[in-house]
């Protein structure tokens, strides 16, 4: 052995497991993590899931994260606010129904596109006082989107193909051969959308587009001075993230709910959204899918909770009130503690992590 290996080199297998994994780690491409994430979402999930757990929650939480990053896109990187999220998602919705039904033989999938399209022509339309009106006016115009689509879907009927409730049933879900009828399909159709759009608007913040959203935030007016197109980034950002809500609306009709009804896109649907955005982090794609992780799952935690502490005396209304209370105060410690959100957290875990195992380079 000691012809083959000089007396202060370790053979081989001498070599530490730290070692190994720093140096796997550090071989590692930056999207390996997102590929895993994939990976275990196409492959183990549904193996595993329950339709409960399908459809009660897994499924809500795509939606709902789709929701939050096309928010954060305008919020948290091009720093429009906006409360009509949900007059958005229900204008995609509504828009991809009438599409499916009126015109016939028409891919569930162009109907989707046509209607992220109708929601990106109304978010620009309402997205125009942005040209003059910044913060909390431009938040007050941006609500009066959510009265007036509500207006519109209740005061027409034919926008609910006339119906007397004003609640309709979802089409089939059907691409080519293929229905996406049982828990596990729905919840893939889900979670396809979801990816690609995300991975679209993770390029997008990546382009020159992104940093003129990011200027445009930091200083509008420092940003006007270097030759930025302030007026048409901020139309862009509405109507990049109309559409993305726009679709995330239909996923949440057809694919979740699977009724069609103005309801289900009300004023707290737009703050439970704004939410997310904030407890996950602004201006980060991945604080949509922390912040909404955190409200699906904040019910469950509390039922159970509740039930443990206060047995019958926990129903429904004591539940509700529950959640929004404890909301209420995890926005206010999050604004005050960690000001970026859920995101800021993990940043922090991950890099202690990488301290300890002293890799250089964490993704």
Request: aromatic content about 12%.
């Amino acid at each position: 052995m000691s012809a083959i290996f000089p007396a202060d080199t370790p053979p081989p297998l001498a070599i530490a497991p730290a070692s190994s994994l720093r140096r796997a780690w550090a071989c590692a491409p930056r999207g390996l993590p997102v590929l895993a994430i994939l990976a275990l979402g196409y492959g183990l999930v549904p193996a595993l899931a329950s339709p409960y757990w399908l459809d009660a929650i897994l499924i809500p939480f795509l939606t709902l994260s789709l929701a939050g990053v096309g928010l954060n896109l305008l919020t948290g990187y091009a720093g429009q606010l906006s409360l009509g999220t949900a007059a958005f998602m229900a204008v995609g919705a509504f828009a991809t129904y009438n599409f499916h039904l009126r015109i016939p033989g028409m891919p569930l999938l162009a109907s989707m596109a046509l209607g992220g399209l109708c929601a990106t022509a109304v978010g620009l339309l309402f997205g125009l006082p942005s040209l003059r009106l910044r913060g909390f006016y431009l938040a007050v115009s941006t609500l009066a989107a959510q009265f007036f689509v509500q207006w519109m879907l209740t005061r027409f009927g034919w926008f609910t193909n006339h119906s007397s409730s004003g609640v309709i049933d979802a089409p089939e879900l059907r691409v080519g051969p293929w229905v996406f009828d049982t828990p596990v399909a729905r919840y893939l159709f889900a979670l396809t959308v979801v990816a690609l759009l995300s991975a679209a608007a993770w390029r997008l913040v990546s382009t020159r587009t992104g940093q003129h959203f990011v200027a445009v935030r930091d200083n509008e007016l420092a940003a006007r001075v270097i030759g930025i197109p302030v007026l048409r980034t901020k139309l862009l950002a509405f109507a990049v993230s109309s559409f993305i809500v726009g679709v995330a609306g239909v996923l949440w009709a057809f694919v979740y709910l699977r009724t069609v009804e103005p309801a289900g896109f009300n004023l707290d649907r737009s703050f439970q959204i704004l939410f997310i955005v904030i407890l996950g982090g602004l201006g980060t794609i991945r604080g949509a899918f922390f912040g909404a992780a955190l409200i699906v799952v904040l019910p469950l935690l509390l039922s159970r909770l509740g039930s443990w502490a206060l047995g019958g005396m926990f129903d429904s209304g004591v539940l509700e009130m529950s959640q929004r209370i404890a909301l209420g105060l995890l926005i206010i410690g999050f604004l005050i503690a960690e000001p970026e959100g859920l995101t800021a957290l993990w940043a922090r875990a991950r890099h202690a992590l990488a301290r300890r195992l002293g890799i250089a380079r964490f993704h």
